[in-house]
């Protein structure tokens, strides 16, 4: 059976020349970057000519890069590093799980939280971030692309914000890495998280950028690995591969190859748009991340769809992986004003960059035709389309 996956913002596959840097790191090069001898130093250069493509890629320096097990240890390390009891955060009601229950764990330990509220294309409003602050703001932290939506946050204005009032501020680009350029000078942010399976290399590898000169407390406490903000023997071959994939990433951005997906993204919710009434695209009109579409199919439940277009091969989700299974609709969509019901009828389709054109044809063939049939077979849209 053919096989389409659309769900690139759950994971990625590991490109072919990402696992190819990785494979002398499970064999020859086994060395410890810690170890002082020969094998050591092999994949300390490793590690450390990895560290200067992640800089590349962000605009920083490479001391500025930690190396991270992914996006939730790099989220965490940040909303935890430099907050204390007393201390005040700024937040917000779309941030993915890492962000947001790190932040319930902070309200635990006495700190106070300001979980900001989005407007329907579900964009944070920077002057609700300025009304927010107070003497004891700490950290703001909020998300530069939403996971499930793909809207990206006006994080520069956000940064300006930090930025005057003296706090820290803290963005997951988690889903912005590798889709649109991303300068952490420009942004003015403190720090910022990467995850290395949703830019194409493997699962369990990330990193933060911390400003030069921002002391933060680390989470793990060992060797003074990182520079002693992240203990732990170093996952060489992630960070290898996560080095290389930054790398393939830097070129594809420098080729515009982000405006290449975002045609073949346009298509699929356009195409989908034409063939199918009451559906929606949830975040329309707000500036987007290339790969992301998440569309409401009123009058069915997202979860029947996406288990009978995966019976016909193709893979897409209702939202975050991790919530796949749960019976609460999204807190993103939720959050943005959609009704529960709406919220339970979202799909979201994300694009890799082993997406081609024949995917999202078989896309359009089966999207329009399997959301018909379980209409078809809803009581409720039966109720509907005779009532109009
Ligand atoms: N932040 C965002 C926005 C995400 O989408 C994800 C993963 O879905 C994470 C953080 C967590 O990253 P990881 O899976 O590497 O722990």
Not at 30 to 48: C, D, L, M, P, Y
Not at 288 to 309: C, K, M, Q, W, Y
Request: proline share 4%.
């Amino acid at each position: 059976m053919q096989r389409v996956y659309l769900d690139n913002n759950a994971t990625t596959p590991v490109l072919p020349d990402v696992f190819e840097a990785m494979r002398p790191y499970f064999g020859d090069r086994f060395g410890n970057a810690s170890s002082i001898h020969h094998h050591g130093q092999e994949t300390r250069a490793a590690v450390e000519d990895a560290r200067e493509s992640v800089a590349e890629l962000l605009g920083c320096t490479a001391s500025e890069i930690i190396f991270t097990s992914g996006g939730t240890e790099s989220d965490n390390l940040a909303v935890a590093g430099w907050v204390a009891s007393g201390d005040h955060v700024i937040t917000s009601s779309i941030e993915h799980h890492a962000v947001l229950h790190a932040c319930k764990h902070l309200e635990k330990i006495g700190c106070e939280v300001t979980v900001l509220p989005v407007g329907g294309r579900g964009l944070i409003d920077p002057a609700d971030v300025r009304r927010a602050l107070r003497s004891n703001t700490k950290l703001i932290s909020l998300m530069m692309a939403n996971n499930e939506t793909g809207v990206l946050q006006p994080v520069e204005e956000i940064g300006k914000i930090a930025t005057e009032a003296k706090v820290l501020f803290h963005t997951d680009a988690v889903q912005a890495a590798a889709k649109v350029p991303i300068n952490v000078r420009q942004i003015g942010c403190d720090a910022l998280s990467i995850s290395g399976h949703k830019i194409h290399a493997p699962q369990g590898v990330g990193t933060l950028y911390v400003k030069k000169g921002t002391r933060i407390q680390p989470l793990f406490h060992g060797g003074r690995h990182e520079r002693s903000r992240r203990a732990g023997t170093e996952n060489v071959p992630g960070i290898v591969g996560l080095g290389r994939a930054v790398q393939i990433a830097n070129q594809a951005l420098d080729r515009c190859d982000d405006k290449k997906m975002a045609i073949m993204r346009d298509r699929l919710e356009q195409g989908i748009l034409a063939q199918v009434d009451e559906a929606g695209v949830n975040g329309e009109g707000a500036p987007r991340v290339p790969n992301t579409t998440n569309i409401h199919f009123d009058h069915i439940e997202g979860e029947s769809l996406v288990i009978a277009l995966d019976l016909r091969g193709l893979a897409v989700s209702t939202g975050a992986a991790c919530s796949s299974g749960a019976i609460e609709p999204s807190h993103v969509l939720t959050a943005m004003g959609l009704r529960p019901d709406q919220a339970r009828a979202s799909i979201r389709f994300s694009l890799g960059k082993q997406t081609t054109d024949a995917d999202i044809d078989f896309a359009l063939a089966l999207v329009p035709a399997v959301v018909a049939r379980l209409r078809a077979l809803s009581p409720r849209y039966t109720k509907q389309a005779v009532g109009t």
